[in-house]
Every structure is written in structure tokens, then in C-alpha cells.
């Protein structure tokens, strides 16, 4: 276990002095009090003039092709033909199929085990319970794609991930932000979330290989993620990497500034080396650190076998020093209260929550305002209108540069992002499937409730 200790020591006195501003995790956690150095609505008078900088350079390129504006490399995990591993999980689906998880067979989807439930909806033509993907993408501009990735982000919230993650240089900030844009894009990230889980793999819901259940003692919500329950040949690769891009779409409806980030749990019970999967871990890993920025709060690796600290120096490398930073360990319970009070923690993992985990399947006529064209297309009107004027509002900040002018024009931007969030999150009815946390209750208009789901005596 020393070695393990002397690897995470190595890599936090790593950790770049520009990004040690903020308070480090066992520090938040000692004093009870969520560092929001940097975070939207608590900047310096310094951060904002980049946050200025950094939205002066975007407004320059917004109204470029996508693909003509100069970005980082985007970078796939691990190299594979998307097409042939389809095809090969499509035949063995056919012709060797086989149950994976209580009657979930391989390489179903929700979709398909709700047809199989008799689950349908009859605004659907075919009884589909999501009509079919319609891109809300205007053209090919970045500016069209920007808006599709905030989404109900407050603007200045993505934007403010980036400049973190670049410890505050715009151009590389800048870079960043571009590539996790065009990402998004290459990944169809949009239609992931027009279709939520209904496509996702059947296996790994009904399992709950992952999900968000309460929160940290410093308010951010838990994700538990148990490997004992993941096997890479339980389903493709495509299917998986649909799954953690819509897990994390799906967490980005439960923050709300400034709780900006969540608390990852590796419960590592009853881990064996046929729960490692290498292109998971490593898609993982890329995914975290250059698309979804700034997201993780803290990592507690929880009841780790003996000889995981073996697998922790393969995997150390791969992580940026302040991601590795916010990696904790614990053993035991004890471990866990210190960062999860006890009526939030898990029963099962020492707390007092007797919650467990059980899929709710998709209601037949959840997604009716899916259908409605009309309705999405004036809600579509509005946040256009919205995006405009906050983008007239941007350009004035940028303008004024500082003063009396600045700070006017910066209370101006903040009201009209909360509308632009407002809109959107209107817009969201008509283009993203309830969820899992939509159908428990936890997640609804715009806030969270994780009381609807606790179960205590």
C-alpha cells in the first residue's frame, strides 16, 4: 500500500500553483465548505476580464464553419471500427445470443425490452415511445453548435470549465472548449440525449452498473458505480461508451451552481480482474478530462482489494495530476462518513439511506411533448431570441472592460442567462426522453429532490 500512498503524493505536488488557488478536497471536507474559487457568480475581478477575453475570441469565430475554427485534436480513447463492432454485436445478438442480466439479453435495448413488456405509446405511430431524432442544429456554424452544448448550462458556466481545466490561459482554454464542441457533434452527443436511456444497453440499466442517488456533505450529488457488476463482454463497446455519454449528460441536469461537480464512488466490493475493462477505464479517464471538464469533485475508491494498488499505478498515468488529486480512499464505512453523512450514505455501505437501486422502465406516454412539433418549434423561437440578446449583452461587457460600465453590463448578462437557462431548460421537454431520475421524482423542473427516493424506518 505504500507504494500506492508515494504515487498519489508524487502526482499531488504535481498539481500546477495556478490551479492550487482553490482549497484542496480533504480541506473542503474538513471545514465543511464547498471551495467555489472561479465558479460562476464568484469570480475575481481578474477572472472575469478572461472570462471576457475568452468569450471576445469566441464571438470572433461564431459565425465560421464548425470545422474551420483551430481546436486541440479531439481524441478517441481507443481505436476501433464503430461499424464492425455493430455488425459483430448484431450477429452474436442473432445467432449465439444470451441473457446477461434477468432476462436482459445481449445487445438489447430499453427499447427493445419495452416492446418485449408491452410497454408503447400511442402517440408514437409504431408505438415508439420517442419520435424519431430531429437535429436542432441550424447549420454548420460554431455558433450553432455552441448553443446545442450549453444547453441549460448557464453559458458562462461551460465556458468557465475550460478556462479551470487551463488553469486560466484563454488560448488554450479556447482550444480546449473548441474540440469538446466539435465532440460533441462527431459523437452526436444531441441525439444520445433526444433519446435518453430507451436506447441504451438493457444489460446496464436493469444491472445499475451506475447511478446518482443523494449527496456529499458538501452538497454534490453521489454517483455510485459498482465494478463487481460490469463485464466488457456483457456488451459492445459502442453500446458502453452511448451509456457514459449519456450518464454524464444526465448528471449535468443535477448540478446547479455552485454545486458544479459530483462525488464519484468506485465501490470496488467484491472486484475481481474480470470486472477490468481497459477501454472503458481509458474512454472514461478522456471523456472526464477534455470533454466533460471540471465536473469531478471528489473520487473515493472504496474497498479496494489488496492488490489494487497494483492496477492504481497502470492507472495514475493516465490521469491529470489534479484529477488525481481529488482521488480518496477508503476502506470502510468510517471511510465514507467522512465525506457522506449518514443519512445520505447507503445502508448497505454503513449508512442509514435503505435505498436500492431498481430500474424504473419508461411510462408510455412520458415523452408525449416530444411529439409536439409546434410546441418545440416555438419554445425553439424563444431561446433563439433569448440567445441573442444575451449575446448583445456579451458583446457590451466586452466593450465597456472595465468599471462602472463593466459591472453594469455584467449584472445585465447575469439576469438575461438566467432567462437564457430558463428557456432552455423549457426547450429540453421537447427534445431530451425522461429519465430514470425524471420518472422517481427526483429531478423535476429544474430542481432535485433526493427525499423522493430515501427510504429510512
Known sequence: MSGLLKAISRQRSQVDIAGAGRESITTQFSKGRLDTCGVFGNLTSREETLL?????????????????????????PIEYDEEADNKRAKE??????????QGCM???????????????????????????????????????????????????????????????????????????????V?????????????????????????YAHGKDRLGQPIVWSGSCLHHQKDQSYPQLKRYLIWMMETLRQLLFTPIERVCLIMDLTDHSNANMDWPFVKTFIKFLEAYYPECLGICIVYNGPWWFSGVWKLISPLLDPVVASKVQFAQKPEGLLKFIDEKELLAIRGGKDKYVYEYIKPQPEEN????????????????????????????????????????????KRRELSNEVRQAAEEKDKYTRARNFYTRSGVLQNGSVDWSKVQVYD
Open 92 to 101: 452474436t445478438q442473432e445467432s449465439s445470443p444470451f441473457e446477461v442480466f
Open 106 to 184: 445481449f445487445n438489447d435495448t430499453v427499447a427493445d425490452k419495452c416492446k418485449e413488456l408491452g410497454i408503447v405509446s400511442e402517440v408514437g405511430k409504431d408505438g415508439e415511445l420517442v419520435p424519431p431524432f430531429e437535429s436542432q442544429l441550424r447549420d454548420k456554424t460554431l455558433k450553432s453548435a455552441f448553443w446545442q452544448a450549453v444547453r441549460e448550462d448557464h453559458p458562462d458556466v461551460l465556458i468557465l470549465r475550460f478556462l479551470r481545466a487551463r488553469k486560466w490561459d484563454v488560448e488554450k482554454a479556447y482550444r480546449m472548449a473548441i474540440a469538446a464542441v466539435k465532440w460533441r
Open 52 to 76: 471576457a477575453e475568452l468569450w471576445e475570441r469566441l464571438l470572433a469565430d461564431f459565425d465560421k464553419p464548425l470545422e474551420e475554427v483551430s481546436s486541440d485534436p479531439i481524441v478517441r
Open 368 to 411: 408525449k411533448l416530444m411529439f409536439d412539433k409546434e410546441g418545440r418549434k416555438e419554445a425553439a423561437k424563444k431561446l433563439d431570441e433569448l440567445h441573442e440578446q444575451f449575446l448583445e449583452a456579451t458583446r457590451e461587457w466586452i466593450d465597456a472592460k472595465e468599471g462602472d460600465g463593466f459591472t453594469k453590463a455584467s449584472g
Open 186 to 210: 462527431q459523437e452526436k452527443v444531441d441525439e444520445i440525449i433526444w433519446y435518453g436511456d430507451i436506447h441504451n444497453d438493457a444489460s446496464l440499466m436493469w444491472k445499475g452498473v451506475s
